[in-house]
């Protein structure tokens, strides 16, 4: 099957700081990646929608200036959550969309904001 | 309001019993997703089901749908400890913006 990457798999940082989080297709080119949040023991919340070469479609109550989205490539998208805080502490899963019914999930990134 | 909802959210079973998990769905989506999520990881793909009627087997594991009822089952025969996980359902929602929408997700364990 497809596959899709993520980077970091886990990442620790202090608050305040920003950190980046790509989401790679490795076998296929992507026009759509979905960006998901899932707190521990939850299931998982649509953040936003990423279209490669246009603003990304943010879900009600993300702040799309926290959450930076670009998808500058058919392969490549990346989160950037701004100034984080530890109520950001999560597990992101980022998913690329091939075909009209295929959507496969990266390995998720494990977020620690101490 | 789009809403997914699976029951139970708990299941405890024994091993060689069989058991079915419930996921309702708001919408007349035509698409709904089985999903395995292990501890600590990301989401595995079990079933795509497409269509009314659609029934889809793998290994003790069977998916159906039916889209008038909106109602998906994920039936489990014989249940093996390696099954033990958390299963979500998710409806594919068109129209506007397309998006999964996750039920709640049924955390199964299989005790020996």
């Known amino acids: 099957g497809a596959v899709v990457s993520q980077h970091p798999s886990r990442v620790i940082c202090k608050s305040g700081t920003s950190v980046k989080i790509e989401c790679r297709s490795l076998d296929f080119q992507a026009t759509t990646m979905f960006w998901y949040r899932q707190f521990p023991k939850q299931s998982l919340m649509l953040m936003a929608t990423?279209?490669?070469?246009?603003?990304?479609?943010?879900e009600q109550g993300v702040e799309k200036d926290k959450f930076l989205i670009n998808h500058a490539s058919l392969t490549l998208s990346t989160l950037t959550v701004t100034s984080a805080h530890p109520e950001d502490s999560s597990f992101y899963i980022c998913?690329?969309?091939?075909?009209?019914?295929?959507?496969?999930f990266g390995p998720g990134t494990r977020l620690t904001v101490l | 309001e789009l809403k997914v909802e699976q029951n139970p959210l708990f299941l405890s079973m024994q091993e060689g019993k069989n058991y079915t998990i419930y996921c309702n769905y708001s919408?007349?989506?035509?698409?709904l997703y089985w999903y395995r999520q292990d501890p600590g990881k990301s989401l595995e793909s079990l079933f795509v089901?497409?269509?009314?009627?659609a029934v889809k087997q793998e290994g003790r594991l069977m998916a159906s749908l039916d889209t008038k009822a909106r109602l998906s089952t994920l039936h489990i025969t014989a249940a093996v400890h390696d099954l033990s996980a958390t299963y979500f359902c998710a409806e594919w929602v068109s129209g506007g913006s397309e998006k999964l929408v996750f039920g709640k997700g049924t955390k199964l364990t299989v005790n020996p």
């Open positions: 998913s690329a969309k091939r075909l009209a019914h295929e959507q496969f």
């Open positions: 990423s279209n490669e070469g246009s603003k990304a479609t943010y």
């Open positions: 089901l497409l269509s009314n009627g």
């Open positions: 919408t007349t989506s035509d698409r």
